[in-house]
């Protein structure tokens, strides 16, 4: 594992919650980067995703609006969440591309081969 996610928690639906991930092991701003999510009983997710070189992303429709991803110049990712609804209630896992430099964004975890421990996020109604 060379993510690590943090900064979840409890909050209720209308709230917000931004959750960091920084890299354990360098170098990852050549990478795509993305967010996924599990909901108990449910298949991981694609919830966003930001191309290495910046300034592209992709978002699933269910955050559109609501949901940003970006990162700093400590290749630090984070995902900022506004407007949390219950059914966003799910781990979530910040991931890497298994390639460099890739020009397409990807949206199924097969693409990703290096994920954060992931981090629990309850929205309540």
């Known amino acids: 594992v060379q993510l690590q996610a943090f900064g979840g928690g409890l909050v209720q639906a209308g709230g917000f919650l931004r959750l960091p991930c920084p890299p354990r092991e360098p170098p990852v701003s050549i990478y795509n980067r993305a967010w996924f999510r599990q909901a108990p009983g449910k298949e991981r997710e694609f919830v966003i995703a930001?191309?290495?070189?910046?300034?592209?992303t992709v978002y699933a429709d269910s955050v559109k609006g609501r949901f940003t991803i970006s990162r700093d110049n400590t290749d630090t990712m984070y995902l900022q969440m506004n407007s949390l609804k219950p059914e966003d209630t799910a781990v979530y896992y910040c991931a890497r591309d298994s390639s460099p430099w890739r020009r397409i964004l990807h949206t199924t975890t097969s693409a990703y081969d290096r994920w954060g421990q992931g981090t629990q996020v309850t929205v309540s109604s």
């Open positions: 930001i191309r290495w070189s910046g300034g592209i």
